[in-house]
């Protein structure tokens, strides 16, 4: 790897040496050294990113300094699509590209990245569309198809993802495949395709988990397990957890369990705190906040634990080990729990002929006797018929008072 960097050190030092300003360095030889420490970084080297900076600095000073596109050698012109295609967002590519007038094949490919690069979307789109991957040279593919992927990826979704996996093909074990099946996740989880998204998935973390961008991609795929959970079997979940080292595996699921408790799906929830316990017996120094995993852990079986003794738990927890996003979930099961084991005369029903007992604007309960706090309620009590309608409206005030907490407690539990 160090033989290969060393064309990008001399070319550097030739570039900001006076001796050598007559004689620029060829763009190709420029672009080469980028796509090999691009290729790095694919695989994990995130100390190669400045350098990928550095080098596009000194691309586009070579295009600046290149002389007349019309001189330039078919590598050159290459070299110039593909940076105009990938480079960073500078004037020179732009500027070079708007010099060639001839050939046809030239002159349109051209232009379409000029729109790519000034962001005219419908115009790139329509001018790309007419380009026939036929007709490229087989070098330029893959990064004409990832324009065009990144293109269509609003309007025609589906071409996207077909010109995104045209690039997996022309393009294996790149940075331009790695940030494709980034997308490509995108695109089959907005189709809700569990299958092809579960995919792509793997494949990332086959090829790519070491990547610097990888914390996109995990964010992602949080987002889209929990969002299509009934179209991907939990198995699936576990290998994707499995092909990762241990301590991504178990930070994936720790944001799963997380996930599931928030929206409710408690088989997820649980599936992850098992492949949590089984992942860490793998990996025995594995950094697992054991405060967090205690609350996951009681959350997880809220529904069938009993009600006091889970609060008792509950408020037991450390906070100060907590993050703020988990103190959060611990205070709304503490208030969904409390308001479960709280007696149902200390509950306000609907308004309806409702009562409540205690608080402001409380009213006083109705007694069996018919008193209302000892004072003889003014209504008729020796009528046969009017004890039916009082002993019914107690009943419909219960049963009022019932749906209200359950409806109060389904509406924390949804938030």
Do not use: C
Request: net charge positive; aromatic share 4%.
């Amino acid at each position: 790897m160090r033989r290969r960097l060393l064309p990008t050190i001399l070319a550097a030092s030739l570039l900001t040496t006076p001796v050598q300003a007559a004689d620029p360095i060829k763009v190709d030889s420029l672009l080469l050294s980028l796509l090999q420490v691009q290729d790095r970084i694919a695989r994990g080297d995130a100390a190669a990113l400045p350098l990928q900076k550095h080098l596009m600095t000194l691309l586009d000073a070579g295009i600046a300094e290149s002389g007349a596109v019309a001189d330039m050698t078919p590598a050159e012109f290459r070299a110039l699509i593909i940076f105009g295609i990938i480079g960073s967002s500078t004037d020179s590519v732009v500027e070079a590209l708007r010099e060639v007038e001839e050939p046809k094949d030239k002159l349109r490919l051209s232009r379409a990245v000029i729109d790519y690069r000034e962001r005219k979307r419908n115009q790139a789109t329509k001018r790309f569309a007419r380009i026939k991957t036929s007709s490229l040279d087989r070098r330029l593919v893959p990064f004409v198809a990832f324009a065009k992927g990144n293109l269509f990826s609003r309007t025609a979704p589906r071409r996207a993802i077909q010109q995104y996996d045209l690039v997996r093909l022309e393009a294996p074990g790149t940075l331009l495949e790695e940030a494709s099946l980034r997308r490509l996740m995108a695109l089959h989880a907005s189709y809700g395709n569990g299958e092809a998204f579960t995919r792509m998935a793997k494949q990332y973390a086959r090829r790519f988990i070491n990547s610097p961008y990888r914390k996109q991609y995990l964010t992602m795929l949080r987002g889209g397990v929990v969002s299509m959970r009934r179209t991907i079997p939990l198995e699936d979940v576990g290998e994707l957890a499995q092909l990762m080292p241990p301590a991504y595996g178990i930070s994936l699921h720790m944001h799963l369990v997380r996930g599931s408790l928030e929206s409710g799906h408690m088989k997820l929830a649980q599936y992850s705190l098992a492949q949590i316990g089984a992942l860490s017996a793998k990996k025995k120094d594995a950094p697992i906040n054991q405060t967090q995993l205690k609350l996951f852990g009681l959350l997880a079986n809220m529904t069938s634990a009993d009600p006091n003794e889970m609060l008792k738990e509950l408020d037991a927890i450390d906070r100060s080990r907590l993050a703020a996003v988990d103190i959060k979930l611990l205070e709304r099961a503490q208030g969904i729990l409390g308001y479960i084991v709280a007696p149902i005369d200390e509950i306000q029903t609907n308004s309806t002929g409702s009562v409540r007992t205690n608080g402001p604007g409380a009213q006083p309960a109705m007694q069996k006797n018919g008193d209302v706090d000892g004072e003889v309620s003014p209504g008729p009590t020796s009528s046969v018929k009017d004890e039916v309608e009082k002993n019914q409206k107690e009943i419909d005030q219960f049963i009022g008072s019932l749906k209200k907490r359950l409806s109060d407690i389904d509406s924390m539990l949804s938030k």
